[in-house]
Protein backbone atom coordinates (compact mmCIF):
# COMPACT_ATOMS: atom_id res chain seq x y z
CA UNK A 1 0.00 0.00 0.00
CA UNK A 2 1.49 3.08 -1.41
CA UNK A 3 0.59 6.84 0.71
CA UNK A 4 2.24 9.27 -1.46
CA UNK A 5 4.30 9.66 -4.35
CA UNK A 6 7.02 12.44 -4.53
CA UNK A 7 8.82 13.85 -7.31
CA UNK A 8 12.29 15.97 -7.78
CA UNK A 9 13.15 14.95 -4.34
CA UNK A 10 17.13 15.39 -4.27
CA UNK A 11 17.51 14.39 -0.68
CA UNK A 12 17.23 10.69 -0.50
CA UNK A 13 20.18 9.35 -2.70
CA UNK A 14 22.18 10.81 -5.69
CA UNK A 15 20.67 12.80 -8.09
CA UNK A 16 16.97 14.08 -8.68
CA UNK A 17 14.54 10.74 -7.72
CA UNK A 18 11.35 9.98 -7.52
CA UNK A 19 10.12 9.13 -3.96
CA UNK A 20 7.59 6.02 -3.22
CA UNK A 21 6.12 5.61 0.34
CA UNK A 22 5.05 2.58 1.59
CA UNK A 23 2.43 2.01 4.14
CA UNK A 24 3.30 -0.08 7.25
CA UNK A 25 6.11 -0.10 9.82
CA UNK A 26 7.55 -2.32 12.31
CA UNK A 27 8.30 0.78 14.56
CA UNK A 28 6.53 3.69 16.06
CA UNK A 29 8.96 5.89 16.99
CA UNK A 30 7.86 8.49 19.30
CA UNK A 31 9.10 11.95 16.98
CA UNK A 32 7.91 9.79 13.51
CA UNK A 33 7.18 12.69 10.82
CA UNK A 34 4.63 10.40 8.62
CA UNK A 35 2.82 9.03 11.40
CA UNK A 36 0.17 8.13 8.40
CA UNK A 37 2.98 5.83 7.38
CA UNK A 38 2.96 3.45 10.71
CA UNK A 39 -0.07 1.43 10.23
CA UNK A 40 -0.38 -1.24 7.25
CA UNK A 41 -4.46 -0.67 6.37
CA UNK A 42 -5.52 3.28 4.84
CA UNK A 43 -6.10 5.92 7.71
CA UNK A 44 -8.22 8.48 7.97
CA UNK A 45 -7.08 12.13 8.60
CA UNK A 46 -9.12 15.05 9.33
CA UNK A 47 -8.23 18.59 9.41
CA UNK A 48 -10.76 20.44 11.41
CA UNK A 49 -9.43 24.06 9.76
CA UNK A 50 -10.68 22.89 6.41
CA UNK A 51 -13.82 21.68 6.61
CA UNK A 52 -16.86 23.43 5.69
CA UNK A 53 -19.56 20.89 7.15
CA UNK A 54 -21.10 19.97 3.92
CA UNK A 55 -22.34 16.40 5.52
CA UNK A 56 -21.34 14.35 3.14
CA UNK A 57 -19.24 12.06 5.14
CA UNK A 58 -22.24 12.33 7.76
CA UNK A 59 -24.16 10.52 5.16
CA UNK A 60 -21.70 8.12 4.65
CA UNK A 61 -20.18 7.13 8.24
CA UNK A 62 -23.26 6.08 10.04
CA UNK A 63 -22.44 6.61 13.43
CA UNK A 64 -18.43 6.58 13.21
CA UNK A 65 -19.21 10.27 12.23
CA UNK A 66 -20.83 12.92 13.93
CA UNK A 67 -21.68 16.38 14.06
CA UNK A 68 -19.57 18.86 16.30
CA UNK A 69 -19.41 22.25 17.51
CA UNK A 70 -16.66 23.22 15.49
CA UNK A 71 -16.77 20.20 12.80
CA UNK A 72 -17.19 16.75 13.02
CA UNK A 73 -15.98 14.03 15.61
CA UNK A 74 -14.64 10.58 14.15
CA UNK A 75 -14.89 7.33 15.83
CA UNK A 76 -12.15 5.60 14.03
CA UNK A 77 -12.36 2.00 15.89
CA UNK A 78 -15.97 1.87 14.35
CA UNK A 79 -14.49 2.49 10.50
CA UNK A 80 -13.68 -1.04 9.16
CA UNK A 81 -12.75 0.41 5.96
CA UNK A 82 -11.38 4.14 5.37
CA UNK A 83 -11.14 3.62 1.53
CA UNK A 84 -15.45 4.52 1.47
CA UNK A 85 -14.29 7.78 2.24
CA UNK A 86 -11.91 8.41 -0.78
CA UNK A 87 -12.51 11.83 -2.54
CA UNK A 88 -15.90 12.30 -0.44
CA UNK A 89 -15.17 15.37 0.96
CA UNK A 90 -15.10 18.33 -0.99
CA UNK A 91 -13.11 20.80 0.93
CA UNK A 92 -10.39 17.93 1.28
CA UNK A 93 -10.68 18.02 5.11
CA UNK A 94 -11.43 14.26 5.21
CA UNK A 95 -9.01 12.26 3.16
CA UNK A 96 -7.70 9.09 3.13
CA UNK A 97 -4.14 8.63 3.27
CA UNK A 98 -3.04 5.19 1.76
CA UNK A 99 -4.39 3.27 -1.84
CA UNK A 100 -3.31 -0.14 -3.71
CA UNK A 101 -1.09 0.57 -6.39
CA UNK A 102 0.03 -2.32 -9.07
CA UNK A 103 3.44 -2.93 -10.22
CA UNK A 104 2.54 -1.56 -13.74
CA UNK A 105 0.91 1.47 -12.14
CA UNK A 106 4.14 2.54 -10.07
CA UNK A 107 6.10 2.25 -13.22
CA UNK A 108 3.77 4.71 -15.12
CA UNK A 109 4.26 7.32 -12.63
CA UNK A 110 8.02 6.74 -12.57
CA UNK A 111 8.71 6.54 -15.64
CA UNK A 112 7.77 9.99 -16.37
CA UNK A 113 10.79 10.98 -14.63
CA UNK A 114 13.13 8.95 -16.83
CA UNK A 115 14.58 12.19 -18.68
CA UNK A 116 15.49 13.74 -14.88
CA UNK A 117 17.39 10.52 -14.20
CA UNK A 118 19.42 10.15 -17.29
CA UNK A 119 20.19 13.87 -16.47
CA UNK A 120 21.22 13.89 -13.00
CA UNK A 121 21.98 10.45 -12.56
CA UNK A 122 19.34 9.87 -10.11
CA UNK A 123 16.00 7.27 -10.06
CA UNK A 124 13.67 6.02 -7.47
CA UNK A 125 13.85 5.82 -3.82
CA UNK A 126 11.64 3.40 -1.91
CA UNK A 127 10.55 4.75 1.43
CA UNK A 128 8.04 4.20 4.09
CA UNK A 129 6.66 3.34 6.25
CA UNK A 130 9.31 0.41 5.78
CA UNK A 131 9.51 -0.83 2.17
CA UNK A 132 11.06 -4.10 3.32
CA UNK A 133 7.83 -4.61 5.34
CA UNK A 134 6.55 -5.00 2.46
CA UNK A 135 5.24 -8.38 0.44
CA UNK A 136 6.13 -10.00 -2.90
CA UNK A 137 4.76 -6.64 -4.77
CA UNK A 138 8.09 -5.01 -3.53
CA UNK A 139 10.26 -8.27 -5.30
CA UNK A 140 8.53 -7.83 -8.17
CA UNK A 141 8.47 -3.73 -8.20
CA UNK A 142 12.40 -4.35 -7.85
CA UNK A 143 12.78 -6.84 -10.86
CA UNK A 144 11.17 -4.25 -13.27
CA UNK A 145 13.49 -1.39 -11.72
CA UNK A 146 16.47 -3.55 -12.58
CA UNK A 147 15.09 -4.97 -16.06
CA UNK A 148 14.57 -0.85 -17.43
CA UNK A 149 18.61 0.06 -15.72
CA UNK A 150 16.64 2.69 -13.10
CA UNK A 151 18.87 3.17 -10.04
CA UNK A 152 17.27 2.16 -6.83
CA UNK A 153 17.32 3.29 -3.29
CA UNK A 154 15.69 2.05 -0.33
CA UNK A 155 15.87 3.91 2.95
CA UNK A 156 15.08 1.52 6.11
CA UNK A 157 15.22 0.84 9.32
CA UNK A 158 16.62 -2.55 9.26
CA UNK A 159 13.78 -3.96 11.78
CA UNK A 160 12.94 -6.81 9.46
CA UNK A 161 14.07 -10.58 9.48
CA UNK A 162 17.24 -10.95 7.55
CA UNK A 163 15.87 -13.01 4.73
CA UNK A 164 13.75 -9.54 3.62
CA UNK A 165 16.33 -7.49 3.84
CA UNK A 166 18.79 -10.61 1.88
CA UNK A 167 15.87 -10.79 -1.34
CA UNK A 168 16.33 -7.30 -1.72
CA UNK A 169 20.17 -6.45 -1.84
CA UNK A 170 21.06 -7.46 -5.69
CA UNK A 171 18.27 -5.22 -7.04
CA UNK A 172 19.36 -2.21 -4.80
CA UNK A 173 22.36 0.29 -5.37
CA UNK A 174 21.83 1.99 -2.47
CA UNK A 175 20.95 1.74 1.45
CA UNK A 176 20.23 4.08 3.06
CA UNK A 177 20.12 2.91 6.69
CA UNK A 178 18.37 4.58 9.88
CA UNK A 179 20.45 4.12 12.87
CA UNK A 180 18.48 5.36 15.65
CA UNK A 181 20.17 4.33 19.07
CA UNK A 182 22.96 1.45 20.44
CA UNK A 183 21.33 1.13 23.38
CA UNK A 184 18.60 -1.74 23.24
CA UNK A 185 16.43 -0.41 26.38
CA UNK A 186 16.28 3.11 24.97
CA UNK A 187 15.87 2.01 21.53
CA UNK A 188 12.69 -0.02 23.20
CA UNK A 189 11.50 3.04 24.94
CA UNK A 190 11.31 5.51 22.04
CA UNK A 191 10.41 2.76 19.31
CA UNK A 192 8.73 -0.16 20.31
CA UNK A 193 12.22 -2.15 18.32
CA UNK A 194 14.68 -4.17 19.28
CA UNK A 195 17.71 -2.50 18.52
CA UNK A 196 19.80 -6.08 18.31
CA UNK A 197 17.81 -6.97 15.14
CA UNK A 198 19.03 -3.62 13.53
CA UNK A 199 22.66 -3.40 14.46
CA UNK A 200 22.47 -7.51 13.35
CA UNK A 201 21.11 -6.75 10.01
CA UNK A 202 23.28 -3.71 9.14
CA UNK A 203 26.88 -6.10 10.02
CA UNK A 204 25.43 -8.31 7.57
CA UNK A 205 24.49 -6.52 5.23
CA UNK A 206 27.47 -4.46 5.67
CA UNK A 207 29.40 -7.19 4.58
CA UNK A 208 27.84 -7.71 1.32
CA UNK A 209 26.71 -4.38 0.21
CA UNK A 210 29.34 -1.79 -0.76
CA UNK A 211 26.84 1.51 -0.84
CA UNK A 212 25.25 1.99 2.47
CA UNK A 213 24.80 5.18 3.96
CA UNK A 214 23.87 5.60 7.91
CA UNK A 215 21.48 8.36 8.91
CA UNK A 216 21.18 9.35 12.19
CA UNK A 217 17.86 11.19 13.50
CA UNK A 218 19.33 13.48 16.32
CA UNK A 219 16.22 13.66 18.68
CA UNK A 220 16.42 15.53 22.13
CA UNK A 221 16.24 13.33 24.94
CA UNK A 222 16.77 10.16 22.62
CA UNK A 223 20.23 10.21 21.60
CA UNK A 224 20.89 13.91 21.49
CA UNK A 225 24.32 13.76 23.94
CA UNK A 226 27.86 13.15 22.97
CA UNK A 227 27.98 9.75 25.14
CA UNK A 228 25.25 8.16 22.99
CA UNK A 229 26.16 9.79 19.36
CA UNK A 230 30.18 8.46 19.97
CA UNK A 231 28.35 5.07 20.50
CA UNK A 232 26.42 5.22 16.83
CA UNK A 233 29.69 6.65 15.08
CA UNK A 234 31.81 4.24 16.63
CA UNK A 235 29.59 1.32 15.72
CA UNK A 236 29.46 3.17 12.43
CA UNK A 237 32.90 2.91 12.01
CA UNK A 238 33.12 -0.83 12.71
CA UNK A 239 31.41 -1.31 9.60
CA UNK A 240 34.14 -1.02 7.47
CA UNK A 241 32.53 -0.59 3.71
CA UNK A 242 30.47 2.20 5.43
CA UNK A 243 32.10 5.58 4.19
CA UNK A 244 29.53 8.25 4.87
CA UNK A 245 27.13 9.36 7.72
CA UNK A 246 23.84 11.77 7.59
CA UNK A 247 22.86 13.44 11.01
CA UNK A 248 19.44 14.32 10.42
CA UNK A 249 17.91 17.20 13.22
CA UNK A 250 15.19 17.17 14.97
CA UNK A 251 12.12 18.88 13.48
CA UNK A 252 8.32 18.60 14.60
CA UNK A 253 7.02 19.62 11.23
CA UNK A 254 4.57 16.18 11.32
CA UNK A 255 3.02 17.40 14.36
CA UNK A 256 -0.45 18.44 12.49
CA UNK A 257 -1.08 15.22 11.20
CA UNK A 258 -0.94 13.91 14.50
CA UNK A 259 -3.99 16.01 15.40
CA UNK A 260 -5.76 14.81 11.53
CA UNK A 261 -4.82 10.75 13.07
CA UNK A 262 -6.63 11.89 16.39
CA UNK A 263 -3.70 11.21 17.66
CA UNK A 264 -1.10 12.64 20.86
CA UNK A 265 2.35 14.02 19.75
CA UNK A 266 4.01 12.98 23.06
CA UNK A 267 7.64 11.47 23.44
CA UNK A 268 6.61 8.57 26.13
CA UNK A 269 4.03 8.56 28.82
CA UNK A 270 5.97 9.89 31.49
CA UNK A 271 6.76 13.40 29.41
CA UNK A 272 4.33 16.13 30.47
CA UNK A 273 4.36 18.02 27.56
CA UNK A 274 4.09 17.41 23.79
CA UNK A 275 6.73 16.78 21.19
CA UNK A 276 5.69 19.99 19.31
CA UNK A 277 6.71 22.07 22.00
CA UNK A 278 10.43 21.17 22.13
CA UNK A 279 12.82 23.70 19.77
CA UNK A 280 13.90 22.09 16.56
CA UNK A 281 17.35 21.19 16.44
CA UNK A 282 19.73 24.15 14.28
CA UNK A 283 22.16 22.40 12.19
CA UNK A 284 24.87 23.88 14.07
CA UNK A 285 23.96 21.67 17.03
CA UNK A 286 25.25 19.05 15.30
CA UNK A 287 28.39 20.29 14.16
CA UNK A 288 30.37 18.66 17.10
CA UNK A 289 28.64 15.28 15.71
CA UNK A 290 30.08 15.15 12.15
CA UNK A 291 33.39 16.43 13.70
CA UNK A 292 33.81 13.41 15.57
CA UNK A 293 32.86 11.63 12.33
CA UNK A 294 35.30 13.32 10.20
CA UNK A 295 37.96 11.99 12.50
CA UNK A 296 37.42 8.53 11.31
CA UNK A 297 37.44 9.30 7.61
CA UNK A 298 33.92 9.22 7.20
CA UNK A 299 32.24 11.34 4.93
CA UNK A 300 29.39 13.45 6.90
CA UNK A 301 26.32 15.40 6.04
CA UNK A 302 24.16 17.33 8.27
CA UNK A 303 20.40 17.91 7.17
CA UNK A 304 18.47 15.91 4.49
Known amino acids: MIFNIQRFSTHDGQGIRTMIFYKGCPLACKWCCNPESQSFSASLMYNRKLCKNFGDCLNLGGAAITSGADGINIDRASISNPGIFNNVCASKALIVSGEEKSVDDLIFEIEKDLPFYEQ ?67 FMQFTGGDADLVLTNLRKLAVLHKNIIIRVPVIPEFNHSEQEMKSIIDFTVSLQSVKEIHFLPFHNLGSEKYKMLGLEYYYSGKRPEPLHAIEPLHATALEKYAVYANSFGLITKIGG
Open 120 to 186: SGGGVTLSGGEPLSQGTELDSLLTELKKKNINVAIETCLHVTWENVERCIPFTDTFLVDLKHTDLKK
